[in-house]
Every structure is written in structure tokens, then in C-alpha cells.
């Protein structure tokens, strides 16, 4: 059974400049979630989908978006890229609607830096 | 709001040396306690749920308690493999899988 995807895993970007993130679930999988990593502040979350609609969102501003579409795969967007955008970019993947039992499956993420 | 801390933030041991991570939490309501091991260059990888106070899981050398303000990851005669970030999370409220995590303990085992 495959794994969590996420593409590209690696990009450069300058400041400014727009991304967009990709995510494909485990098969059967409707719930995706995505996180942002960085060494001083840890996993932060992003925002949630479920059966293609944001459920939940986190403390990020505007420039951070997401959507999912109706095969579950997700993508996010991060518009005019900061330098403080670099990051580690999780995508998180899961057969149950909610946390209860605490097992998410991760991808390998996307390392984003920016110049 | 609520909060998972994590310590010590890094953990340097020789092989066979025991010890334990330690996870603190604040939460109205525990509704789960979760711990995950990251690897370089990888997501986090699931290793354990505890629901209630007194509660043990275990996974070969790794064994996770729960009391009601804390978690204890302890790492029995530990191997360099198990050199890794681990991380402990708890879930967020309502209709969710968003977690909540802690910064993580580094880990380093040397042979």
C-alpha cells in the first residue's frame, strides 16, 4: 500500500515568489492535514481537509491557503514568500475523521527554502 | 489554550544506557496522548496512544506511561538505531485530526 506523497520534496524560492504543494493521501484516506517544521517552533499545524473542506485552521496568515479535491489529494499555496517561510512542509494523512486514536501517517515532506 | 512541553530538548546516550523523555501537557480534558519518532529527512512516524492515567504501551525497547500531567517515554538499553526526534502530541478539540505537538527530544545513541 503506498505511502503518503508529497511532491516536489525539495524547492528554492525568493522572496516574493508564490508555491504550491502537493500531497496525495493514503488510497481511501479523506482526511489530509498539513503542518509547517521548523527547528525553533517545532510542527505547527496548517489546516485540515476533510472530504474536501477545511474543518480547521491554524494560526498562520492569509498567504498560507489549501484545498482538496474530490480524490482526497491536496495541495497548499503560500503566496509572496517571506524568508521566514522556509520550512519543512508536512502533509499528514488519515482514515478517520478525527484524532482519536492519535495515528497519522506522514509524508516525507517538502523542503522549502527561500532566498 | 492547550499545551505540549517537551524535555530535554536533546539526549546524548551510549548504547545500553536507559533513560526516559519526558512529556508535560496542559489540556482541559485529555482526550488522547500521542508519541511519534521522526527520523532525518522524514515525517513523524507513529509509535503509541495512551488514553488514561496509569496507561502503558510498549514497543520493543520503548515503553510509554501517562499520568495526569505528564507522559514518560522510557528507552531500555536503547541501540544507535533508535537515535531519532521523538515527539509527543495531543489531539485538538472537536471534529478534528489536527494535533498538537511539542517541540521534540533529539536523541543520540552511541555505540
Known amino acids: 500500500k503506498a505511502g503518503v506523497t508529497q511532491t516536489p520534496r525539495y524547492l528554492i524560492k525568493t522572496r516574493g515568489q508564490q508555491v504550491t504543494l502537493s500531497c496525495s493521501p493514503i488510497s481511501g484516506h479523506r482526511s489530509v492535514s498539513w503542518y509547517q517544521q521548523t527547528p525553533g517552533q517545532g510542527l505547527q499545524f496548517l489546516f485540515e481537509y476533510f472530504s474536501e473542506t477545511q474543518r480547521n485552521k491554524g494560526n498562520f496568515p492569509g498567504r498560507f491557503s489549501g484545498r482538496q479535491f474530490s480524490n482526497s489529494r491536496s495541495e497548499m499555496n503560500v503566496s509572496t514568500l517571506e524568508l521566514g517561510d522556509s520550512a519543512l512542509y508536512l502533509c499528514?494523512?488519515?482514515?478517520?475523521?478525527?484524532?482519536?486514536?492519535?495515528?497519522?501517517?506522514f509524508g516525507e515532506g517538502s523542503r522549502l527554502t527561500v532566498l | 489554550e492547550d499545551q505540549v512541553t517537551q524535555s530535554p530538548e536533546a539526549l546524548r546516550l551510549q548504547e545500553g544506557e536507559s533513560s526516559s523523555l519526558n512529556c508535560s501537557y496542559t489540556v482541559s480534558g485529555l482526550r488522547g496522548l500521542f508519541w511519534y519518532r521522526q527520523d532525518p529527512g522524514k515525517g513523524p512516524e507513529f509509535l503509541f496512544t495512551l488514553y488514561s492515567a496509569g496507561e502503558e504501551k510498549e514497543k520493543e525497547r520503548l515503553k510509554a506511561t501517562l499520568t495526569k500531567k505528564e507522559s514518560f517515554l522510557h528507552i531500555t538499553a536503547p541501540k544507535p538505531e533508535d537515535s531519532a526526534t521523538y515527539l509527543c502530541?495531543?489531539?485538538?478539540?472537536?471534529?478534528?485530526?489536527?494535533?498538537?505537538f511539542g517541540t521534540g527530544t533529539l536523541l543520540a545513541v552511541q555505540p
Open positions: 499528514a494523512s488519515s482514515s478517520t475523521g478525527t484524532a482519536n486514536t492519535g495515528e497519522l501517517f
Open positions: 502530541a495531543v489531539p485538538g478539540r472537536g471534529a478534528t485530526n489536527k494535533l498538537i
